[in-house]
């Protein structure tokens, strides 16, 4: 007998709102027996119908519910899902490069596809999902006839799941490093070791407004990864942009990329970000642009408090090496550091830098990133650019 799941009294009111998460402390009790990982019914106290979604007893996040109706997750559901969720970044002008499936966004949550090329990388990370994999994969294959895929489930919320990390081809013989293009730039993209699913496609919009803040200017691009930021400031006509990162592989990377590019104007450097920005600063050296786009800070609750001491040092210090007018570009990517915290940190930096600092743009992920309203979660990237007077 399949799962019925009920919810504790007025524990219903976020989850008719639209969110897809029921958090185990929220239910009242549970009957029917069937699988783990199988297909539970939700319904508030008195016994209303609200959804239906995988159940998974080994998580804090009990049931994701995706079907609001009747529906039945089979192939069919799965292929037309993803196909609306394609047409969608279709229709925005995507193309070579793009975030085909957000999970909850596209209400199929735990699932990830990203294309690039004529290549797909996947990240199963429920239970759920992944007992639906087969059927996942053959519309996926159906849809876009892809030269292969790859899985990139080496996520530590399967662990939470109660499932292993795993990557590596699913279909298709290819070579996991690929070449795509973004914004008119060819990227080299590893699909086995780059960071996510291979590189950071919600930066793809962003990437591209920092062109106006890089011509004829002296540019620093701080945990510059595979270099996104560098090439698209260097395209634009930057004197010269460095590249800074600790990782000897990501500088790799960028200097591939360049060459990819015939962009001549980058130059990198290897080293812990904090510290080199201490060096610049008691060396009197300055720049027109910084971009600070560190990894997350910060990756649960308990973590925030710490995190905005390092956003904090790291804003003061790059305020501080910012030459009069000129622009220094911050962005978060962990949700626990909202638009509001994250804002209110900058103030503390600007005011701690003794510097005048006025806010010229306010961004977040690209379209094909979408962030649900009733779901907090989905919301994550933030990204300022600002003038410093």
């Not at 229709?91 to 209400?107: I, P």
């Not at 080496?154 to 081809?169: M, N, Q, S, T, Y």
């Not at 994250?342 to 992920?365: P, W, Y």
Request: glycine share 6%; net charge neutral.
């Amino acid at each position: 007998m399949p799962y019925n799941v009920y919810l504790k009294n007025n524990e219903e009111k976020r989850i008719v709102a639209g969110h897809p998460w029921v958090y185990a402390n929220e239910v009242a009790r549970i009957e029917g027996k069937d699988k783990n990982g199988s297909l539970a019914t939700v319904y508030d106290f008195n016994g209303r119908y609200i959804g239906k979604g995988y159940i998974n007893h080994l998580s804090k996040i009990l049931v994701r519910i995706f079907i609001r109706d009747e529906s039945i997750p089979d192939y069919d559901y799965y292929y037309n899902a993803i196909k609306k969720a394609n047409d969608y970044r279709l229709a925005l002008g995507y193309d070579n490069c793009y975030r085909v499936v957000f999970a909850e966004s596209d209400n199929l949550p735990a699932l990830i596809v990203d294309k690039y090329a004529d290549v797909l990388s996947v990240q199963l990370l429920s239970l759920g999902i992944e007992k639906n994999k087969d059927i996942i994969i053959k519309a996926l294959i159906d849809i876009f006839n892809p030269r292969g895929i790859y899985e990139r489930s080496d996520v530590l919320v399967r662990e939470k799941e109660g499932l292993p990390l795993r990557k590596g081809k699913i279909y298709g013989d290819f070579d996991a490093k690929v070449i795509i293009e973004e914004n008119g730039l060819k990227m080299l993209v590893d699909l086995e070791n780059g960071q996510k699913t291979g590189y950071f496609l919600d930066q793809k919009e962003n990437r591209f407004a920092l062109r106006r803040y890089s011509k004829d200017r002296e540019v620093l691009d701080c945990f510059c990864n595979s270099g996104g930021f560098s090439l698209n400031c260097a395209i634009a006509g930057a004197n010269n942009v460095i590249s800074l990162d600790i990782s000897e592989q990501a500088l790799s990377d960028v200097r591939q990329n360049a060459m990819l590019n015939n962009l001549s104007n980058i130059t990198t450097m290897q080293g812990d970000v904090f510290e080199v920005l201490r060096q610049f600063k008691r060396e009197g050296k300055t720049f027109d642009t910084i971009i600070l786009d560190p990894p997350a800070f910060c990756k649960s609750a308990s973590e925030v408090k710490n995190a905005y001491k390092g956003y904090k040092d790291i804003n003061i210090l790059g305020m501080k090496l910012v030459k009069s007018g000129g622009y220094l570009i911050s962005s978060s990517c962990s949700h626990y550091m909202t638009f509001p915290l994250f804002q209110n940190m900058l103030c503390d930096a600007a005011r701690e830098s003794g510097r005048k600092v006025r806010i010229v743009e306010i961004r977040t992920q690209s379209p094909d990133h979408p962030s649900m309203l009733s779901t907090d979660e989905s919301l994550y990237l933030k990204f300022f650019v600002m003038q410093v007077m």
